[in-house]
T-cell receptor, first 109, second 114 residues
Framework: GQQVMQIPQYQHVQEGEDFTTYCNSSTTLSNIQWYKQRPGGHPVFLIQLVKSGEVKKQKRLTFQFGEAKKNSSLHITATQTTDVGTYFCAGSTGNQFYFGTGTSLTVIP | NAGVTQTPKFRILKIGQSMTLQCTQDMNHNYMYWYRQDPGMGLKLIYYSVGAGITDKGEVPNGYNVSRSTTEDFPLRLELAAPSQTSVYFC?????????????FGSGTRLTVV
């Protein structure tokens, strides 16, 4: 079954509001990656986290890897219309690599 | 660098027809992957390859075949197309499975089986 789940599935925010998506695994992950897919586009790699409790920032995006390496989050501060798209996490466990179910973000101008 | 190139971008197949989706990468990546993405859904791994001459099944391999005769090319073959194979197909590559640079995806092939 599905190894990596994301919540929420959909999120509508007003431009300028913050947004967070959560990624949860049933097993410990060796690393977590995040991707963004614009509507009609293909997934684009954003970042990889490897260490327990790791936090990385890319401008308005903050990525966290949980202490137990079973969960992760992506937080966007002050969303803009350019943030529209689906955000996927993806993690390695054993010799498998799973993509999460994705969170679709809509930003209302 | 072109990255990962997929052809065709769109295709309509009739039930029972066959076709090959082409994928080429110019980054000298060892690892290549085929995913399918159904509307509003995540990515499901069909097949992957860790190098020329080596392929293995992913989560949803039934109805598909692959080959990897060169590092650059990883074609996906659909035999006897079925409506359930209507999807968007993405090819991706990486230097290795847990590369810190992630996977590089092609722009996708949108396939409809009628």
């Amino acid at each position: 079954g599905q190894q990596v789940m994301q919540i929420p599935q959909y999120q509508h925010v007003q431009e300028g509001e913050d947004f967070t998506t959560y990624c949860n695994s049933s097993t410990t992950l060796s690393n977590i990656q995040w991707y963004k897919q614009r509507p009609g586009g293909h997934p684009v790699f954003l970042i990889q986290l490897v260490k327990s409790g790791e936090v990385k920032k890319q401008k308005r995006l903050t990525f966290q890897f949980g202490e137990a390496k079973k969960n992760s989050s992506l937080h966007i501060t002050a969303t803009q219309t350019t943030d529209v798209g689906t955000y996927f996490c993806a993690g390695s466990t054993g010799n498998q690599f799973y993509f999460g179910t994705g969170t679709s973000l809509t930003v209302i101008p | 660098n072109a990255g990962v190139t997929q052809t065709p971008k769109f295709r309509i197949l009739k039930i029972g027809q066959s076709m090959t989706l082409q994928c080429t990468q110019d980054m000298n990546h060892n690892y290549m992957y085929w995913y399918r993405q159904d509307p509003g859904m995540g990515l499901k791994l069909i097949y992957y390859s860790v190098g020329a001459g080596i392929t293995d099944k992913g989560e949803v391999p039934n109805g598909y075949n692959v080959s990897r005769s060169t590092t650059e090319d990883f074609p996906l073959r659909l035999e006897l197309a079925a409506p359930s194979q209507t999807s968007v197909y993405f090819c991706a590559s990486s230097g290795y499975r847990d590369s810190p640079y992630g996977y590089t995806f092609g722009s996708g092939t949108r396939l409809t089986v009628v």
